[in-house]
């Protein structure tokens, strides 16, 4: 979905779409509740977006659905605003500005950025999930297993002459 800024009302723009994002983990299309304001040549955008994505998780393995809510607090200046400024510092309070070229601003690349950036790195089927044995595989939020979990770095096996039992 593209936006011509020159086309945005004094009183802001209200969207609610939905967008596809090509992406293995998003299910199903983006759903988009954004604010776009524009003040001078800077458009500012915020809101929601929600995307369902299917996650596997990091400690057990098991395939897993969750809801994402992300909130959007984008800042668009022209890019004509670089010229000149060849090494350009990003302070970290601007993290959430970028930058446009023409009158065109292109809100699929936003929320495409915005979804990728909110999903897990490490994503948890539960804040409780247990994993999986390390020595025999099994799933302990499942079942339990008769493995040892006393077991000794090899590297510091020699230090049991000096702390004797």
């Known amino acids: 979905m593209k936006i011509l800024i020159s086309e945005i009302p004094d009183e802001g723009l ?10 293995d983990s998003i299910r199903s299309p983006v759903q988009i509740e954004l604010r776009i304001d524009k003040v001078g040549t800077e458009v500012m955008i915020r809101g929601n977006l929600t995307a369902k994505a299917d996650l596997q998780c990091s400690r057990c393995a098991t395939d897993f659905h969750s809801l ?17 400024d060849e090494n350009h510092e990003v302070e970290s309070d601007a993290l959430n500005i970028d930058f446009y070229t023409g009158d065109e601003l292109d809100i699929h690349i936003l929320v495409h950025e915005q979804v ?11 804040d409780i999930c247990k994993g999986i044995c390390p020595e025999c595989g099994t799933d302990l939020n499942t079942g ?3 493995c040892s979990t006393h077991t000794v770095d090899p590297r510091l096996e020699v230090l049991k002459k000096y702390f004797p039992e």
Do not use: F, R
């Open 116 to 126: 990728m950036l909110a999903l897990p790195m490490k994503p948890l089927c539960s």
């Open 144 to 146: 339990t297993c008769t």
């Open 14 to 23: 209200d969207i609610e779409n939905e967008e596809n994002i090509e992406s």
């Open 68 to 84: 994402l809510t992300i909130p959007v607090d984008a800042v668009y200046h022209p890019v004509e605003e670089l010229k000149g």
